[in-house]
């Protein structure tokens, strides 16, 4: 390859490179707007989630409010009733009970636990240990009274909280009981009839932090955890938001609590994070798909161009048919060999040499054998000359080897060498076998040759002599030497 030919390929190749930089740099701004997009988008769905847990928490706190103030007026009413018919006690039960579907069942119980009147008329167990009637029996007057969760002692499927408040006024208190026992599932059903898509738990709990409503409570056992709801309860502000991770299974629930303080009630709401992230999480995934496959090309691509460049530099600085340096490399690297020498004050010997009658081997047997010849050449050059010794092939058939710390007479040693190995092969074309010889010169930095410029011109005039006094020879070069040269070729 020409020097311009390789410096105009060595141009095309650095635009290449620099529109392969521009195109990273415009695509990884693309793609890190994308992330910070796709990763804004995230914040803004968690935020939304929040204000929606927060707006479901304080409508399930209303609503339960509606229905226990349904159940307190009808408790009311009930006592005003039995002060005025004590004997049709059980008729006004079962007509209030008709109204409230969330009524499992109401009693008139008297102080010592025992069931006087009901909604029903199944026979009742005596209740007289449970909190709703021990509440009313010791100290001052209480209003009313609401248990937490309990299963019911005459129907073990139901579920219920209890109502309960002494009969007659705090003036003048009465010994009955009044108890109103709410249906759990009932109250849910009723509760949450409103539509509210993807939200995983909805419940109440009461001030200790066990379930009051709610299925399927998997945050129950999460909140129980250190008495966690029980905290919120007794710590927590009136409403607030919360992350609780489920021990179950490890997801997160964006959580939204609300206090119904004259109940003893903590309306809560749950979203659970990874369901509500699932779109997000396709997103992103395909964003980090576009990234890993723009990261996997632009890799592919830079490869593919040092390698490119590489290739350029073999063909810039390597002999395509020898693999050995070129002109071109010879001359950068043997700078460096000579400031070298000249820093270590070492000998630098140059030996020149040149394929005798090269010409008429390519006439007589073609130029694929020739290129034989130049290829074994190179050979027997790596094979006998040391790791250190600069090698190039300079010319058609012309090659030069530079050797550091080496005198004239160290190198005429390997050039008598390499000369006889060379005359000694013998190559073979069809039925043909033949032998080559070598003319060599040798120059030394310093001892006449002052520059490099002037060790080349002095070592190729040392093997022109080589040429002109019978080839198949080595000589080193001498002032003497080069005048003889000049003679010759005005002779010629």
Known sequence: MGVEAMVSYRTRNNI??????????????????????VWSEQSTILDKAYR?????????????????????????????????KPAQAHEIFFEYKQRLPELAELFLIDTDGNVVSSSSDRSFPNVLNHDYIQIHLHGSYIPYFISGPAVSDFDPDIHFIALSRRTGT????????????????????????????????????????????????????????????????????????LEITLPSTSNVMMTAYKKIPHLNLLAVAGIEKEALLGTWFRKFDYV???????????????????????????????????????????????????????????????????????????DTFGHSEGDNVICALAAMMRKICRKSDLLAR?????????????????????AERL????????????DTDFQVTISLGIAEYGS?????????????????YSKHHGRNQTSIYSPGLKKSAIEIQTEA
């Open 448 to 464: 006449v040759s002052s520059n490099m410029q002037v060790l080349f011109a002095d070592s190729d005039v040392a093997m022109y």
């Open 288 to 362: 980090l798909l576009v990234a890993v496959s723009w990261i996997g090309l632009v890799l592919f691509l830079t490869i593919l161009l040092f390698k490119t460049q590489k290739e350029l530099a073999q063909l810039a600085m390597l002999d395509p048919l020898t693999k050995l340096p070129n002109r071109l490399y010879f001359s950068e690297a043997s700078g460096m060999l000579l400031a070298k020498a000249k820093r270590d004050k070492s000998p630098l010997s140059m030996v020149m040499l040149d394929i005798d009658y090269f010409k008429k081997i390519n």
């Open 170 to 241: 705090a003036d003048n208190p009465l010994s009955n009981i009044l108890v109103a026992y709410i249906d759990i599932e009932k109250l849910y059903e009723h509760l949450f009839t409103f539509e509210l898509p993807g939200f995983n738990e909805i419940l109440l709990l009461s001030a200790n932090g066990k379930l009051a409503v709610g299925y399927p409570a998997k945050m129950v056992e999460a909140l129980s955890k250190e008495d966690q709801g029980k905290a919120l309860w007794n710590e927590g502000e009136p409403k607030g938001l």
């Open 16 to 37: 290449r490179y620099l529109l392969l930089v521009l195109c990273f740099l415009v695509a990884t701004t693309v793609l890190a707007m994308m992330f910070y997009f």
């Open 419 to 430: 000369r006889k190995n060379v005359a000694e092969q013998v190559f073979c074309h069809s």
């Open 394 to 414: 300079v010319g058609g058939e012309e090659f030069c080897i530079l050797m550091p710390d080496t005198d004239s007479t160290g190198a005429k040693t390997v």
């Open 52 to 84: 929606r847990a927060e707006f479901v928490a304080e409508m399930v706190a209303k609503q339960t409010e509606k229905s226990f103030e349904k159940v307190f007026e009808s408790l009311e009413g009930i006592n005003k009733l039995i002060e005025l």
